[in-house]
């Protein structure tokens, strides 16, 4: 079976503390995994190692086979995009310029337009809000703008971190729909990194549990979800 | 009420646009209307400091600033000043030159000091200032040292040379115009978003593939070539320079120009220049006061308009409407 992403004994320090520790799993291409862990487990490390942003002290990332150099802008020639946690979008620019911006590295202007009918598609609300700024949109609907911003880089891989965060539980569900259909209808890989466990498990094919800085647990996200570990440390069940 | 409410916003702003394009305009005509040389002048001391203003409205697009703007604008002073007046080259060489030039010296400085993040670009700026005064008085054989280039032929075109007053403020006018055309250019296309990226979020402008430092490094280059230009024709204009005239100071009174008159804003070095250029002239029995007179001007604005005076008119409607 090929994975689009492959770690393998990935360690990584910030000076003296260690962030994470011999970290390996695969993502196979074409589906949806979900990275799972408490605050600090070490999620957000693993996203901003695939992506270039932090060198690794041990073992290696590969990206279709490919192994990413710490350097930023080469996950994304690899086909990685990354809709990051927290300021993710250029609050002063409308919603359609925070989209042509994810299209930057994209050469073929067809391919770009394509793609933005797509995400308006997916997202409705998007085109109808494209000339306003997208500082002004709710959280959600910058989650949305934000997950559209990462697609318009026509990835083989899409990095979400933290899309449920402080959205409310109805928009939540709604993205989980629509994450789902993006991994159908484009046969994208996609590696949800989430606090919130519920909805990453019950989407994902696959899961991983982080936890200080190690993987404690992987499995189907069925699997996982039904073990009485995780409905207990994460679930509150 | 509230269906007015949620349409009437982009109308009033099409309608505020054009008042102001008339207000300056009208202002433009002034001097036509008083005849007097004096304010011929003042009038154009505000496009030159518009003009420059707007080079420094360009970097700060990308969020950066400029302490050696005033530096910039000497470097296309000499540079003009120095092929017309030694090597015999028409104005109209020594412009497009004075322009080029500067911006050339601003690709080979930002090249590697726009690679660094936070408040370094800022302070070596203050630093290269400094450097072009000194570097200005070390070699007076060409530059002529502290006592300047005196003597400078004023501005000819095509062998026709501007005279009086009246004729050079047609020209400046024409030339803040293509500066201010150039500017909007920027704005609308693809370069302008770039530019607001970087500014608004460089961690996501660089995650997106936008190569920040060289985008950055763009805008410092236009930037600076545009104050270049500007000092070419201020030189002409003044027909005097010296290093002193290029000081730590001018650079300082463009950042005020623009803070005031509104850093984002297209319009904001044109309002700024508008409001603080003749400020001084007419509080001339004042003038040991000037100094505190734009420190105070710029506390206030910094306190009740940080975006400048351009939101000035959306701030009172605010305002306004609070107060009902």
């Not at chain 1, 690899?78 to 925070?98: Q, W």
């Not at chain 1, 997202?123 to 934000?146: D, I, T, V």
């Not at chain 2, 961690?203 to 070419?232: C, D, H, W």
Request: charged letters at 15%.
């Amino acid at each position: 079976m090929s994975s689009d992403l492959s770690i393998n004994g990935l360690s990584v320090n910030y000076g003296p503390v260690e962030a994470l520790y011999d970290v390996s799993f695969d993502v196979p291409r074409g589906q949806i995994a979900a990275l799972v862990g408490s605050n600090g487990a070490g999620k957000s490390t693993v996203l901003k190692t695939i992506c270039g942003l932090v060198a690794p002290s041990g073992g290696e990332i590969r990206v279709g086979g490919e192994i990413v150099t710490p350097r930023p802008g080469d996950a994304l020639k690899l086909g990685v995009a990354m809709s990051p946690e927290g300021r993710r979008l250029f609050p002063r620019l409308s919603v359609e310029e925070n989209l042509l911006m994810g299209a930057y590295t994209v050469s073929d202007g067809a391919a770009s337009r394509d793609m933005l009918s797509r995400v308006f598609g997916y997202f409705p609300r998007l085109k109808e809000r494209r000339r306003q700024m997208a500082g002004s949109l709710s959280g959600g609907e910058q989650q949305m703008a934000a997950i559209g911003r990462a697609l318009m880089a026509q990835p083989k891989l899409l990095l979400l971190d933290e899309p449920s965060l402080g959205i409310a539980p109805i928009i939540v569900a709604e993205l989980g729909k629509i994450i789902t259909e993006i991994n159908r209808d484009l046969g994208m890989t996609v590696l949800l990194v989430e606090q919130n466990a519920n909805m990453a498990l019950s989407l994902a094919e696959t899961g991983i549990v982080l936890e200080t800085g190690r993987v404690t647990m992987s499995g189907s996200g069925r699997e996982l979800l039904a073990s009485p570990e995780i409905r207990a440390a994460y679930l509150g069940i | 009420m509230s269906d007015t409410s949620v349409t009437s916003p982009p109308k009033r702003a099409g309608l505020g646009s054009l008042g102001f394009a008339l207000c300056v305009a009208l202002l433009a005509l002034v001097p036509w209307f008083t005849g007097s040389v004096f304010h011929f002048h003042i009038a154009i001391m505000v496009c030159l400091g518009a003009m420059a203003a707007a080079g420094l409205a360009t970097i700060a697009w990308v969020g950066q600033l400029s302490l050696a703007h005033g530096a910039f604008v000497g470097i296309g002073a000499y540079t003009c000043v120095l092929l017309v007046t030694r090597l015999d080259m028409p104005f109209l060489v020594g412009l497009p030159a004075a322009a080029v030039f500067s911006g050339a010296v601003a690709y080979i400085i930002g090249t590697p000091l726009l690679r660094l993040r936070g408040v370094y670009f800022v302070l070596i700026t203050f630093a290269l200032n400094e450097l072009f005064r000194l570097v200005m008085l070390e070699f007076p054989s060409v530059s002529g040292g502290s006592s300047g280039i005196a003597g400078i032929p004023k501005i000819s075109l095509f062998g026709w040379e501007l005279r009086d007053q009246s004729q050079v403020y047609v020209f400046t006018l024409l030339m803040l115009a293509a500066v201010m055309a150039l500017l909007w250019t920027i704005r609308r296309g693809p370069l302008g978003r770039w530019f607001s990226a970087v500014e608004e979020n460089m961690a996501l402008a660089e995650s997106s593939g936008i190569p920040t430092a060289r985008t950055q490094n763009m805008a410092f280059v236009i930037g600076s070539g545009i104050a270049g230009f500007t000092g070419a024709i201020m030189a002409h204009y003044i027909g005097f320079i010296s290093p002193v005239t290029f000081a730590f100071q001018l650079s300082v009174s463009y950042v005020i120009i623009l803070v005031v008159g509104g850093r984002l804003a297209l319009a904001g070095p044109l309002v700024g220049a508008l409001f603080l250029v003749p400020l001084p002239e007419f509080l001339r029995s004042a003038q040991e006061y000037q100094h505190i007179i734009y420190g105070v001007v710029l506390i206030i604005v910094l306190r009740f308009l940080p975006a400048g005076l351009t939101a000035l008119p959306g701030k009172l409607s605010q305002w306004r409407r609070s107060g009902e």
